[in-house]
């Protein structure tokens, strides 16, 4: 008789066949690895505070008080659809607040990380936003930051490439912004180090994540699916097949065409995997980093 696992193995385990659970239903490749890299960063332990800027509909709180239910997490935003979203979907297991990253409404040296994915490039005013990051983390506090990559694969969001190279300037605002849209800037690595570095934090490496995703991923996802699907117009069936939210309720059944078509998005993605590949490639959709107040 095989002997039942127990310990942090078997939880570490536990937590991974949860998360694929709520990751079940993504069809952005890039957000998937977003949010495995910032809770490698994170690394969660029981009692500590986490702080969410830019919260958005609240899937880091939703997640983590899953993954980790003894840690405390906070989301602000200042989107009131979004929030309102969130608070339906995390109410009694994390607080989601109205705020702005630059006036965090909590006490000096009181979270012990800080998650900023994909935030700072919506900013005008990246050093206040980092100095009030600064001011609310403890000493030696976590900072997991992810970015847009200014060179990112042109088959990811192929419209603003086209853009770029027709009109020489990207789409920021409508349907088929892309990857662009409602942003000040995109990063290169040197640039990311630079805000952070000018900030006082001290940096870890900066990862480049996602080279391969499905052609056209950025407006299959964002500009047609997330469309259908706030504005209600899928049936119930569908959406628990394609929403963000909706994970766990999707049974994964090779019954479902549209199971199928997540099942090849994330076979590509698997090619991102291979690190050997990957070192070739000089275009990627994000950049991550964890940064640390000394």
């Given at each position: 008789m095989s002997e039942v696992e127990t310990g942090p193995q078997s939880e570490e385990k536990a937590r991974e066949k949860t998360l694929g659970a709520l990751l079940r239903n993504e069809s952005d490749v890039a957000y998937r690895r977003r949010v495995r890299t910032m809770l490698r960063y994170l690394d969660p332990q029981p009692?500590?505070?986490?702080?969410?800027?830019?919260?958005?509909?609240?899937?880091?709180?939703?997640a983590i008080t899953r993954l980790y239910p003894e840690t405390r997490v906070l989301g602000i935003d200042v989107d009131r659809r979004a929030l309102a979203f969130a608070r339906a979907h995390v109410a009694g297991q994390a607080l989601v607040l109205f705020a702005d990253v630059s006036r965090i409404p909590l006490a000096d040296e009181s979270v012990d990380s800080v998650i900023m994915s994909?935030?700072?490039?919506?900013?005008?005013?990246?050093?206040?936003?980092?100095?009030?990051?600064?001011?609310?983390l403890k000493p030696g506090g976590k900072l997991a930051v992810t970015v847009p990559s200014r060179d990112y694969p042109w088959w990811y969001?192929?419209?603003?490439?086209?853009?770029?190279?027709?009109?020489?300037?990207?789409?920021?605002?409508?349907?088929?912004?892309?990857?662009?849209?409602?942003?000040?800037?995109?990063?290169?690595?040197?640039?990311?180090?630079?805000?952070?570095?000018?900030?006082?934090?001290?940096?870890?490496?900066?990862?480049?994540?996602?080279?391969?995703?499905?052609?056209?991923?950025?407006?299959?996802?964002?500009?047609?699916?997330k469309g259908l699907?706030?504005?209600?117009?899928?049936?119930?069936?569908?959406?628990?097949?394609?929403?963000?939210?909706?994970?766990?309720?999707?049974?994964?059944?090779?019954?479902?065409?549209?199971?199928?078509?997540?099942?090849?998005?994330?076979?590509?993605?698997?090619?991102?995997?291979?690190a050997e590949r990957l070192a070739r490639k000089r275009t990627f959709v994000n950049l991550a980093v964890l940064a640390t107040k000394g």
């Amino acid at each position: 008789m095989s002997e039942v696992e127990t310990g942090p193995q078997s939880e570490e385990k536990a937590r991974e066949k949860t998360l694929g659970a709520l990751l079940r239903n993504e069809s952005d490749v890039a957000y998937r690895r977003r949010v495995r890299t910032m809770l490698r960063y994170l690394d969660p332990q029981p009692g500590q505070t986490i702080l969410d800027c830019g919260t958005g509909m609240g899937f880091y709180p939703r997640a983590i008080t899953r993954l980790y239910p003894e840690t405390r997490v906070l989301g602000i935003d200042v989107d009131r659809r979004a929030l309102a979203f969130a608070r339906a979907h995390v109410a009694g297991q994390a607080l989601v607040l109205f705020a702005d990253v630059s006036r965090i409404p909590l006490a000096d040296e009181s979270v012990d990380s800080v998650i900023m994915s994909e935030v700072l490039e919506h900013l005008r005013d990246e050093a206040t936003a980092l100095a009030e990051v600064w001011r609310v983390l403890k000493p030696g506090g976590k900072l997991a930051v992810t970015v847009p990559s200014r060179d990112y694969p042109w088959w990811y969001d192929p419209i603003n490439r086209l853009s770029m190279a027709i009109r020489r300037r990207p789409i920021r605002r409508g349907p088929f912004a892309g990857i662009w849209a409602n942003h000040e800037r995109l990063y290169t690595a040197e640039a990311l180090r630079q805000v952070l570095r000018s900030a006082g934090y001290a940096l870890g490496p900066v990862e480049q994540l996602t080279h391969y995703c499905f052609p056209g991923t950025q407006t299959i996802v964002y500009t047609i699916g997330k469309g259908l699907i706030e504005r209600n117009l899928l049936p119930k069936a569908v959406s628990r097949s394609v929403h963000r939210f909706d994970g766990e309720a999707n049974r994964n059944s090779p019954m479902n065409p549209f199971n199928w078509a997540l099942a090849l998005f994330h076979r590509i993605d698997r090619l991102n995997e291979d690190a050997e590949r990957l070192a070739r490639k000089r275009t990627f959709v994000n950049l991550a980093v964890l940064a640390t107040k000394g």
